[in-house]
């Protein structure tokens, strides 16, 4: 590395240009985060006025079983799309990368697809699909199919959904960690007699693992914080935690109660997203 | 005849293995593609009735109806001017700070441009939550700046990121070549380094001019109830769907620019700019 010998204002100018994003982020993210949290801990006794410490929100919140509902739902909603996201996004990922097929590229215009897709777009798209004499409906019934019951306000119409608008991202990073497995080792282990689900197993998923974490961290937290999917898709009850806030927040303008809920799930992906800052930190470093 | 077997064989091999790419792209096409090819012929049909796999009858009699809908005429130079502004802001604050991150040594460069991942490890609906209670107490809400505001956090992680990564992959011996047969800084700026890094900073513009038009969770939560963008518009006419044309036709409208996009998506893949945006 070079040291800022010859200029020494040249660190200045550094933070110069970087000073105007970075103020940004702070205002806009961690100030916000921190203010919620402050907010929401700090409770104005009824009749005094005075401001102390108290759990006093987030135990209304624990108490409130509608709202409980709704987290355990979140919860649910994103752990069987995560899943689901590694059941479909694996065998594609692994196709694109050992494919020699010319049709492979289509495949992988077919995968990218929905990130040229926007929420709302997708969301009226998918009711126009999937909803009860939508277009699947009709596809079913010319093949004989009666009987069809729509996904659509249902938890597994959310789920859809929200699977369908992560698959790019999914195959795209898992793609990129196995493509920095190198074919010679994969051959040589084939070479000894290793079967495809060994090579899977032992080599390419350990030699993958990051980018496998890495997918698995956003789509959680990408999940856990969804709104326009399960807002217009989803059932009236239980909700997700981003519908949930929305309501609290707009329509009983409750914006303590909303800030509970929001740090609430802080709280559950700043786990997730630490694992997500420490593997891309650990990936740069080897890297560099 | 061993020619003729050896031939078969090839043959079969090539059909099993193209028979799996055609598997999937069957499958693909009808779960991905099918959907949004539904909406392409909503907003063409004048009459379709269930079960008929295509409109009963097609025509476009809903369009100009659809079209001199009072709120589309606000919402879409709104949303035009709000994804130029918030992309020329956002270009103009962060690709200084990408070419500082990649270029200049100062202390705590690396973990300063590791906390931009900040954005991406917060569930995103929360933290819009947390900042339109601030946005309120600043009187921002229901006013453009503070819907400019909030779609900027957004663009902050892939508009220095990608970038930064490609203002990393110069070669230095190139702009030292130049520097050594005398070029002045600011020429071996233009003529050796942007021509470099150009097709990813356009990447960069573009994915973030096409992520802000379509932004409409942090629109609708600050913007409400007095900018309204197309994408905020969409879910008012999702949730008091009438008229399926409507909504086919406006999504179809909307979803054009995107398309546009979706052609230059294989030169993003291939450099690998859309993985950048994500922190891998």
């Not at chain 1, 939508?134 to 699977?163: C, E, K, N, W």
């Not at chain 2, 792209?25 to 379709?48: Q, R």
């Not at chain 2, 690396?110 to 209670?133: C, D, E, H, K, M």
Request: hydrophobic residues 55%; positive net charge.
């Amino acid at each position: 590395m070079r040291r800022a010998k010859k200029r020494d204002w040249s660190w200045l100018a550094g933070y110069a240009l970087i000073a105007l994003p970075v103020l940004i982020m702070v205002a806009l993210i961690f100030y916000p985060a921190v203010l919620a949290l402050i907010d929401t801990l700090f409770v104005p006794d009824a009749t005094t006025g005075v401001t102390a410490l108290s759990l006093s929100n987030y135990q209304a919140f624990f108490k409130d079983r509608i709202l409980v509902a709704n987290l355990l739902f979140t919860f649910q909603v994103t752990l069987t799309a995560v899943a689901l996201l590694f059941v479909i996004g694996y065998p594609l990922a692994l196709y694109l990368r050992f494919s020699k097929s010319r049709l492979a590229s289509v495949v992988q215009v077919l995968t990218l697809f929905p990130l040229f897709v926007p929420g709302v777009i997708l969301a009226f798209a998918l009711i126009q699909f999937l909803g009860s004499h939508g277009m699947l409906d009709s596809l079913l019934h010319a093949f004989g199919f009666t009987g069809f019951r729509t996904p659509y306000l249902q938890p597994q119409g959310v789920i859809i959904a929200l699977v369908w608008e992560s698959i790019p991202f999914t195959v795209l990073v898992l793609t990129a960690g196995l493509r920095q497995v190198e074919d010679a080792v994969v051959e040589s282990a084939r070479d000894v007699g290793a079967n495809s689900w060994q090579i899977f197993m032992r080599i390419l998923l350990p030699l993958s693992l990051r980018s496998a974490v890495i997918v698995f961290c956003l789509n959680v937290i990408g999940i856990f914080g969804a709104f326009t999917i399960p807002y217009l898709l989803g059932p009236a009850q239980p909700m997700m935690m981003g519908v949930s806030m929305q309501q609290t927040f707009n329509n009983y303008q409750d914006r303590v109660g909303a800030l509970t809920q929001a740090v609430i799930t802080f709280l559950f992906c700043a786990v997730v997203g630490l694992l997500y800052v420490r593997t891309v930190t650990r990936g740069r470093k080897e890297r560099a | 005849m061993p020619v003729k077997s050896s031939v078969f064989k090839a043959l079969t091999k090539t059909v099993r293995r193209e028979g799996l790419s055609v598997v999937l792209i069957v499958a693909l096409f009808t779960i991905i593609i099918g959907p949004m090819l539904t909406v392409v012929l909503w907003a063409f049909a004048d009459v379709w009735r269930y079960p008929s796999l295509v409109p009963t009858q097609w025509g476009t009699s809903f369009w100009a109806e659809t079209l001199a809908r009072a709120d589309l005429a606000m919402a879409f130079p709104l949303s035009v001017g709000l994804a130029v502004t918030v992309t020329l802001l956002s270009a103009v604050i962060c690709l200084p700070a990408s070419y500082a991150f990649a270029r200049m040594n100062f202390p705590g460069r690396q973990g300063l441009l590791l906390s931009f991942l900040a954005t991406n490890a917060f569930p995103r609906f929360g933290l819009y939550v947390s900042i339109a209670v601030v946005f309120y107490r600043l009187n921002l809400i229901g006013t453009i700046p503070g819907v400019i505001l909030i779609q900027i956090v957004n663009t902050l992680l892939l508009m220095i990121w990608i970038p930064t990564s490609a203002f990393q992959g110069v070669d230095r011996s190139l702009e030292e070549a130049a520097l050594d047969v005398g070029a002045s800084r600011v020429r071996v700026f233009l003529q050796v380094t942007l021509p470099l890094v150009l097709p990813s900073l356009s990447a960069a513009v573009l994915l973030t001019f096409v992520s802000t038009f379509y932004e409409a969770q942090g629109a609708l939560i600050v913007g409400l109830p007095n900018v309204t963008t197309m994408a905020v518009l969409m879910y008012s006419i999702i949730n008091s769907q009438i008229i399926v044309q409507y909504g086919a036709i406006i999504s179809f409208i909307l979803w054009l620019p995107s398309l546009i996009l979706l052609t230059f998506a294989q030169r993003f893949v291939r450099g690998n700019a859309i993985s950048a945006g994500f922190g891998v």
